[in-house]
């Protein structure tokens, strides 16, 4: 299939089954108490674990969302081993993905205010395709313009004003981050 607005509400409820049955079991053999809860957000399955026991439920996120992230990355392979097709799916731990959604969005609200105060560009520190998909989302509602530089590890953005962005070198990029941060997705995830 080769995009995932052509799949169904039927397929995308298959998919987060799948995940949760996959999950379930994870959970039964680390002996941690979670319920799965399931939905389909912005035509994407969504999975996600929650807990009355936050100290256990802690550990399923780990620093920085790793843990979190390698069980959405372990839920895709058993989705696609189900289904022969990749999925989008997106994991979250008792509203990580909210909480982590809402700090980047403060970080990149202060790169705003700073670009605009001194027009200069101000660069992000290095973030996951996912945070910098949201930083993104939020300069262009705030009418500035923004790109991704580096590479992974090391990728970041650059926030600046429009007035600036007229080089041939911003368009190309501006066009790649369609084809970079948004279809380079596979970290990507929405909010929770």
């Known amino acids: 299939m080769a995009q995932d607005d052509e799949k169904t509400i039927d397929q995308l409820n298959d998919e987060a089954d799948i995940a949760a049955d996959y999950l379930e079991g994870l959970l039964d053999i ?3 108490d979670g319920d799965i809860e399931m939905g389909i957000r912005n035509n994407r399955p969504v999975v996600q674990i929650v807990a009355d026991d936050d100290s256990d439920i802690k550990h399923l996120v780990g620093k ?22 990749r ?7 008792d509203g990580f993905l909210k909480h982590k959604r809402q700090h980047l969005r ?10 605009r105060e001194t027009g200069e560009p101000v660069d992000l520190q290095p973030m996951n395709s996912f945070e910098r998909k949201v930083v993104h989302d939020l300069v262009r509602e705030e009418g500035l313009k923004s790109r991704s530089h580096g590479e992974e590890p090391n990728r970041h953005v650059t926030i600046y004003l429009k007035a600036a962005a007229n080089d041939e070198d ?12 948004y279809a380079d997705a596979d970290d990507d995830r929405i909010d929770a």
């Open 106 to 115: 403060d970080i990149a609200l202060d790169a705003i205010d700073e670009v």
């Open 170 to 181: 911003d368009q190309v990029d501006e066009n790649q981050i369609g084809q970079d941060e």
């Open 87 to 93: 999925s989008h799916l997106i994991v979250d731990v």
């Open 30 to 32: 680390a002996d941690y």
């Open 64 to 85: 920085n969302g790793e843990v979190v992230d390698a069980l959405q990355q372990l839920s895709r392979l058993a989705v696609q081993q189900k289904t022969g097709e």
